[in-house]
């Protein structure tokens, strides 16, 4: 573990720089402590298929973040007013997770976890130190500094991060996330430069063992966000990369939202993005089908969120 906990004394792991001490209980933007912070640790089998696999994935949904995205899908977890979740340890995580990796799952996936790196860390430690070495997932919105993903290239196998903005305004309104076009571009190039595009892919298990995959979700009215979005990925990374692209948005009944996202997507809108996709050339990954915002609702008050 070193000296990771002590980075929490002044927290500036991630973009925001807070330098609240953690340790000591005070709140940054994230509203998390040093402790880990527990949504829910579940069977997830509505990931990419080489995520899910044949059995699931055991994902690990830390409360809070740090972002304040007003459509989150998660955000009876990520709330920072009221969310839903369980302050704990470590080893009481672990346990929870080995349960589920003793029914024969081998993937472990650590989603909305760019406030709670070294609790990640933490719980992959302990995992090793019990004899447990699943392949690890970095789920993120992409609001990771570099030198944050660099502590994680001895322990994350596949990194999942989310491209969500190319427009910085939209980034500002929409997710409280100053210049985020940049930081993700700078974020994803770090994991790039760890994985490259080879995904590597366990064929008996039917699940990935390294690589990066790029999720982005397109957005009502903001069609052009989305194909900035492409084009960054094309002109600055690589068209050899893996994408997810996703169609899954829809607007919580929860939410007060602005207009421009009170409503699901078209299918046109979809298939605007996914032609901008094919023409640039990118050619590994998965499309969404377009009904999918009819099954990716998590209720988090129930003990498997997604059934």
């Known amino acids: 573990m070193g000296n990771y906990k002590q980075l929490y004394e002044r927290c500036v792991l991630c973009p925001h720089e807070c330098g609240v001490n953690r ?8 509203r998390a402590t040093h402790r880990q912070h ?12 080489i995520i899910s696999g044949k059995k699931g ?9 740090n972002l304040r995205c007003l459509y989150c899908q998660n955000h009876q977890i990520s709330s920072y007013v009221s969310p839903i979740e369980t302050i704990t340890d470590t080893l009481s995580v672990v346990k929870q997770i080995i349960r589920i990796l003793d029914t024969g799952i081998n993937i472990l996936g650590f989603v909305s976890p760019s406030h709670m790196v070294v609790q990640t860390i933490e719980i992959i430690e302990e995992l090793w130190n019990n004899g447990y070495h699943p392949y690890t997932v970095w789920n993120s919105n992409a609001y990771d500094k570099p030198e944050t993903i660099k502590m994680l290239e001895p ?14 305004t939209l980034a500002t309104i929409y997710s409280n996330a100053p210049y985020y076009p940049q930081i993700a571009l700078n974020a994803i190039k770090e994991m790039y430069y760890q994985k490259g595009n080879t995904l590597i892919i366990n064929e008996e ?8 995959i790029i ?11 989305s194909i900035k979005v492409l084009e960054t990925i094309a002109n600055e990374i690589s068209t050899g990369v893996a994408l997810s692209l996703m ?22 809108e979809y298939e605007m993005v996914v032609n901008k996709m094919n023409e640039l050339g990118f050619n590994k990954g998965w499309v969404q089908e377009y009904e999918s ?11 498997h969120p997604f059934e």
């Open 23 to 30: 340790i000591e209980g005070e709140l940054g933007i994230c």
């Open 38 to 49: 527990i949504a829910s640790i579940c069977i997830h089998r509505g990931e990419e298929p």
């Open 57 to 65: 994935i055991c994902n690990v949904f830390f409360s809070h973040c």
């Open 155 to 168: 322990y994350i196998n596949i990194y999942l991060p989310d491209f969500k903005y190319a427009d910085e």
């Open 205 to 212: 298990e039917g699940i990935a063992e390294s690589g990066l």
């Open 215 to 225: 999720r982005h979700l397109v957005l009502p009215n903001h069609i052009d966000n």
């Open 247 to 268: 169609s899954q948005y829809y607007p919580p009944d929860a939410l007060c939202l602005p207009h421009n996202l009170q409503r699901k997507l078209k299918a046109n």
């Open 293 to 303: 915002y009819e099954f990716y609702r998590p209720d988090f008050n129930k003990h």
